[in-house]
């Protein structure tokens, strides 16, 4: 990464924050209409195939014609799209997604994991379940959200509170009808669902096309 000249005066410093890890969280507007047929599609589907999520791979939910996941796949575009002006990406991208959905039954998690050759990834959330009728004896479970870990491998050793890196662990309890996108690269783990309703959620993967032109 090359340092750009700053024209700053003597005495007064300049700032940069190296490698950032974007994260990005958006409710995505007429997601009740669309949730109630979402939803039903993702069970039938769930009840056709026994390994879903683990066989994540061998399916494209989005090439379903069904109206609601249309509307899912212009969102996720639309996502995709927000993410990289943030990022400051000035030239055109070109992208496939891939997803696959998700249900966690009563005592159902996603183990540590992120998601090998993609650029980016993201879930929409269907259904979380209110976890408050859940039975936890332990004040540190969280049923039901998920967590994202700080990248750089012990980055918090030497973290002081405040510094920005005292924290390894970002952790969202989602809401149906949030969307989360964030560099595939990046760790995460879904807590077990605590109550007898499924968590039910559809995540993707942003696999670019023509990656060399981007080098
Ligand atoms: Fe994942």
Same mark, same amino acid.
């Given at each position: 990464m090359a340092d750009t000249p700053q024209q700053a005066a003597p005495g007064s410093p300049t700032f940069h924050r190296l490698w950032p890890t974007l994260f990005m969280a958006v409710t995505l507007p007429g997601h009740e209409q669309a949730n109630a047929m979402l939803s039903g599609l993702v069970l039938e589907k769930n009840a056709e195939q026994e390994q879903m999520t683990t066989n994540y791979?061998? =399916?494209?939910?989005?090439?379903?014609?069904?109206?609601?996941?249309?509307?899912?796949?212009?969102?996720?575009?639309?996502?995709?799209?927000?993410?990289? =002006?943030?990022?400051?990406?000035?030239?055109?991208?070109d992208w496939t997604l891939q997803a696959w959905p998700n249900v966690n039954f009563k005592g159902d998690y996603h183990n540590l994991h992120n998601h090998p050759h993609a650029w980016l990834s993201g879930t929409y959330y269907l259904n979380v379940p209110d976890q408050g009728e859940a039975n936890t004896f332990r004040s540190d479970l969280n049923p039901g959200a998920i967590s994202?870990?700080?990248?750089?491998?012990?980055?918090?050793?030497?973290?002081?509170?405040?510094?920005? =890196?005292?924290?390894?662990?970002?952790?969202?309890?989602?809401?149906?009808?949030?969307?989360?996108?964030?560099?595939?690269?990046?760790?995460?783990?879904?807590?077990?669902?605590?109550?007898?309703?499924?968590?039910?959620?559809?995540?993707?993967?942003?696999?670019?096309?023509?990656?060399?032109?981007?080098?």
């Open positions: 791979l061998d =399916q494209n939910l989005l090439e379903d014609e069904n109206p609601a996941v249309l509307w899912l796949r212009q969102c996720f575009d639309k996502a995709v799209h927000d993410y990289a =002006q943030e990022l400051g990406i000035s030239y055109p991208l994202f870990f700080d990248p750089r491998p012990q980055a918090n050793m030497g973290a002081v509170r405040g510094d920005g =890196q005292f924290d390894p662990e970002f952790r969202r309890l989602p809401d149906a009808g949030e969307l989360f996108l964030w560099p595939a690269f990046l760790h995460h783990l879904v807590h077990p669902n605590l109550v007898d309703v499924p968590r039910l959620s559809i995540s993707f993967n942003v696999v670019l096309r023509n990656k060399a032109n981007y080098l």
